[in-house]
């Protein structure tokens, strides 16, 4: 189970006093990359009742081209400065530059937290 709690070991490599259990408040989850796609979208419950939705599979983005916003096909991932290994697996995270039909665009947004893509055309 992934924990959001401090870490057991101190900046100098020591370990800290075990003070309590993993509580369920502090439970992560594994990252959940956005992939090129049928659209699939995963929704999770948040604290307070607050509802986030996950994009695990997107076929279009919102792409800004200057004056409107047109909902365009992703065709690839051209470059990624997360993960180099993220091009040849068209993984889609903030900064990604995907191929779309009107041409290359920057990821403006977080699919992983948001739930869609939107994208601002490259010149």
């Known amino acids: ?9 101190k900046a100098s490599g020591g370990r800290y006093k075990a003070i309590r259990k993993k509580k369920l408040r502090e439970v992560g989850r594994d990252p959940l990359y956005t992939l090129i796609g049928k659209k699939k979208v995963n929704i999770y419950r948040g604290v ?3 509802i986030k939705r996950s994009i695990v599979r997107a076929e279009e983005a ?3 081209d200057g ?3 047109n909902k365009v096909k992703i065709l690839s991932v051209v470059d990624n ?14 900064g990604a530059i995907i191929r779309t039909e009107i041409g290359d ?3 403006v947004n977080r699919p992983g ?9 490259v010149k």
């Open 1 to 9: 189970m992934k924990s959001q709690f401090r870490s057991k070991r």
């Open 48 to 50: 307070g009742g607050d």
């Open 62 to 64: 919102n792409v800004f």
């Open 67 to 69: 004056n409107k916003h």
């Open 81 to 94: 400065k997360a993960n180099r290994h993220f091009i040849r697996r068209n993984v889609i995270t903030k």
């Open 105 to 107: 665009a920057r990821v």
């Open 113 to 121: 937290q948001e739930g869609f893509i939107n994208a601002i055309l």
